[in-house]
T-cell receptor
Framework: KAGVTQTPRYLIKTRGQQVTLSCSPI?????VSWYQQTPGQGLQFLFE???????NKGNFPGRFSGRQFSNSRSEMNVSTLELGDSALYLC?????????????FGSGTQLSVL | DAKTTQPNSMESNEEEPVHLPCNHS???????IHWYRQLPSQGPEYVIH???SNVNNRMASLAIAEDRKSSTLILHRATLRDAAVYYC?????????????FGQGTILTVHP
């Protein structure tokens, strides 16, 4: 069974640009969550999608957005990139996103903003 | 979000048991206790979770205090591959869709 797949693995952008990251969940998983990891702030929850609807959201500005497709694949978008957006972006999937389920994480996309 | 407190770091020798503590004094009756670990250059990996009773799986054991205000992750025989950051996380019942609230975790060093 394939794991959570994130593409691309590495990305370099400049300030002001926008970026789209992709996540393919484990087959059968309908909940996809996104996280940002930085050395200073650690791992922080961005948002969660289930059945193409955002069901949960963290404390990030509106520049961070996402969507989920009917096949459960998800994308997140960051507009007007800032230097502080440089981070490892991780995607996780689970069947329903319930609190007694385990989450499966991908290896992440390392974003560098210059 | 419910808070957890873990030691910043712990050390162990290979093939010895490791007990990683976690305090969660504000836990609610329906909050699940989850443990994840993160190896260098990888995404977090699920280890174990429980509600009230002690739990065992192939990776580890989870011992939950009777009052649920603390728990301990037990690695029965540490290996070098167990060197990672271990996170103790509370998932609030009914509201934490897809959400894990990570603290600073415990950095586990395993000596050969």
């Amino acid at each position: 069974k394939a794991g959570v797949t994130q593409t691309p693995r590495y990305l370099i952008k400049t300030r002001g640009q926008q970026v789209t990251l992709s996540c393919s969940p484990i087959s059968g998983h309908r909940s996809v969550s996104w996280y940002q990891q930085t050395p200073g702030q650690g791992l922080q929850f961005l948002f969660e999608y289930f059945s193409e609807t955002q069901r949960n959201k963290g404390n990030f500005p509106g520049r961070f957005s996402g969507r989920q497709f009917s096949n459960s694949r998800s994308e997140m978008n960051v507009s007007t990139l800032e230097l502080g957006d440089s981070a490892l972006y991780l995607c996780a999937s689970s069947r329903q996103g319930a609190d007694n389920e385990k989450l499966f994480f991908g290896s992440g996309t390392q974003l560098s903003v210059l | 979000d419910a808070k957890t407190t873990q030691p910043n770091s712990m050390e162990s020798n290979e093939e010895e048991p490791v007990h990683l503590p976690c305090n969660h004094s504000t836990i609610s009756g329906t909050d699940y206790i989850h443990w994840y670990r993160q190896l260098p250059s990888q995404g977090p990996e699920y280890v174990i979770h429980g509600l009230t009773s002690n739990v065992n799986n192939r990776m580890a054991s989870l011992a939950i205090a009777e009052d649920r205000k603390s728990s301990t992750l037990i690695l029965h025989r540490a290996t070098l591959r167990d060197a990672a950051v271990y996170y103790c996380i509370l998932r609030v019942s009914g509201t934490s869709y897809g959400k894990l609230t990570f603290g600073q975790g415990t950095i586990l060093t395993v000596h050969p």
